[in-house]
């Protein structure tokens, strides 16, 4: 807001994101609603996942409410989904800057997104208490992270809790081996193991393996996991196969809330400041982003081209990842 006010502009919040654009929703911000709102978790704009480009007559009510609210520029703060409607807005002629925001650090061109080392630490946190009862109870716990489509929470948490087993989207995890490695160690005196699964990781399936996961109970006719999430699958079947006691927990939105880590709270103020800088210097169609510690410029479509995966380099470093 500082930054801002030294450029001489008038903000303005769009309520829920585009969705606030969409429906001409949106408050004036100044340095008084937006005071105290650093260590805070959340969002006062609030936000939803509505794309413009999915609504009927979206882009024209987009470019309409522009115009009519004398809007120079949009800065767009969000993942994946947000950036993607960005870029094709600033393809369309609107001007836009872009913000990297989501807990899944999964946009490429930046480093790192605001919102990760949160959940990563709220994760981190997660397995170190989870250790406690795996550890009195001789128990496998299993940890779902979020991660749809990529696993650097899972990954960042994993290593950082010390967890057995790692299980990532980018690499279909053969439960089978999962199993052995747990039995191995069981077997090497250890009594208990942590395994973290991200919640979009799929599970390799050997010949007969999805019938026998059918028919133990673990996923149902229509392969859909019966219990949850595929936490619910890897238990499931480390139990069955070992023969140990196994508990799952799913951590859900708990790690996508709480108050921010000083590192993103940094990384949030430095972006914020680099997207005003933006507006200010007629930088349109860029994303602010991290690389090295420096915050420089990228192109929206740069960005949002595909999604950022976790590199090999990780696995090798853990080696407690199996596919
Ligand atoms: O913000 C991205 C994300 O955290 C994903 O990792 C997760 O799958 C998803 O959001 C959950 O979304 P929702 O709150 O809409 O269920």
Not at 122 to 150: F, N, Q, Y
Request: glycine share 12%; proline share 2%; aromatic share 6%.
């Amino acid at each position: 807001m500082r930054r801002a006010n030294e450029h001489g502009f008038e903000m303005m919040g769009l309520k829920d994101g585009w969705k606030g654009l969409l429906e001409d929703n949106h408050f004036r911000l100044t340095r008084e609603t937006t005071s105290g709102i650093l260590h805070r978790g959340g969002t006062i704009l609030g936000t939803s996942r509505v794309n413009p480009f999915k609504v009927e007559g979206g882009l024209e009510k987009v470019k309409r409410a522009v115009e009519r609210n004398g809007i120079h520029a949009v800065i767009a703060i969000g993942g994946e989904g947000t950036l993607s409607a960005a870029t094709r807005m600033s393809q369309e002629g609107l001007r836009i800057v872009g913000v990297p925001k989501t807990i899944d650090n999964d946009l490429n061109g930046t480093d790192f997104t605001f919102g990760f080392d949160t959940a990563v630490t709220i994760a981190t946190d997660a397995i170190d208490r989870l250790h406690s009862t795996a550890e009195s109870h001789k128990r496998v716990i299993v940890c779902e992270v979020m991660g749809r489509h990529v696993g650097w929470i899972a990954t960042y948490a994993g290593i950082a809790g010390g967890a057995d087993v790692i299980l990532v989207p980018e690499v279909p995890a053969d439960l089978v081996a999962v199993a052995e490695h747990i039995q191995r160690r069981h077997a090497s005196g250890r009594s208990f193991s942590i395994v973290v699964v991200a919640e979009g990781t799929r599970v390799k399936v050997a010949e007969n393996q999805s019938e026998q996961l059918i028919t133990s109970g673990a996923l149902d006719e229509a392969g859909r996991p019966r219990l949850g999430g595929v936490g619910s699958i890897v238990a499931h079947e480390i139990e069955r196969r070992t023969g140990f006691e196994t508990r799952v927990s799913v951590l859900g939105h708990i790690q996508r809330g709480g108050v921010p880590t000083a590192h993103d709270r940094v990384l949030a103020t430095r972006f914020g400041v680099h997207a005003c800088d933006m507006v200010a210097r007629g930088e349109f169609g860029k994303m602010a982003a991290l690389r090295g510690n420096e915050i420089i410029s990228e192109d929206l479509a740069v960005a949002t081209k595909e999604l950022k995966r976790v590199p090999e380099e990780f696995f090798k470093v853990a080696q407690v990842f199996f596919g």
